[in-house]
């Protein structure tokens, strides 16, 4: 039996220990506000500063398109552009073996919007998944979906959620069913 140096046996220092563990931090504090002022400047930064002075060093009406004179098969090796179709593609809406780009499609496609073998992006759909929302036949990310799916909301036969939430045919999640549901 485990007992305490100084403590008799069954004197419940260990549910007060649980008990203290479970009421959460015993200084909770709020953030500084050095960070409040970073993140405030971070983010108009972010969201006002550089959309501004990204139209004036590019602006949308002189988006040039370049093919590659190399081809194989004859699909270009490489491609930038609006909508480049190569192996290798750049752009805004890019098909190609590899695709990167705003919405892509190929076998290794890395966007915003990603379809492909190996999808990589903030909503992406595959066979291989890494995306904040994730569907495919193994998926990781915030919200995923998929035969093996890893994530806060993961769904599939096999689901794994951490200290999120799982549902699944086989699933394992950090929190206890009761305290998900009520």
């Known amino acids: 039996m485990l007992t305490r140096p100084g403590s008799a046996p069954g004197s419940g220092w260990m549910r007060n220990v649980s008990d203290r563990l479970a009421s959460g931090p015993a200084d909770p504090r709020s953030l500084p506000r050095r960070y409040w002022i970073w993140y405030i400047t971070f983010m108009s930064l972010v969201l006002v500063i550089l959309p501004i002075v990204q139209r004036r060093a590019m602006p949308s009406y002189d988006m040039r398109s370049y093919e590659s004179s190399m081809r194989i098969a ?10 480049p179709v190569a192996i290798i ?23 915003g919007v990603a379809v492909g073998a190996l999808a990589i992006g ?14 495919g036949w193994q998926a990781a990310g915030g919200g995923a ?14 689901a794994y959620a951490g200290n999120g939430v799982a549902y699944g045919y086989h699933e394992a999640s950090g ?6 549901f009520g």
């Open 122 to 135: 903030g909503v992406s759909l595959g066979f291989f998944v890494l995306a904040g929302l994730a569907i």
């Open 74 to 83: 004859g699909v270009p090796l490489f491609a930038v552009g609006p909508a």
């Open 175 to 180: 929190r206890q069913k009761e305290k998900l």
């Open 145 to 158: 979906i998929g035969y093996r799916a890893f994530g806060g909301l993961a769904v599939g036969g096999y």
């Open 89 to 111: 593609a750049v752009g805004g809406r890019p098909r190609g073996v590899i695709a990167l780009g705003g919405i892509a499609l190929g076998v290794i496609a890395v966007g």
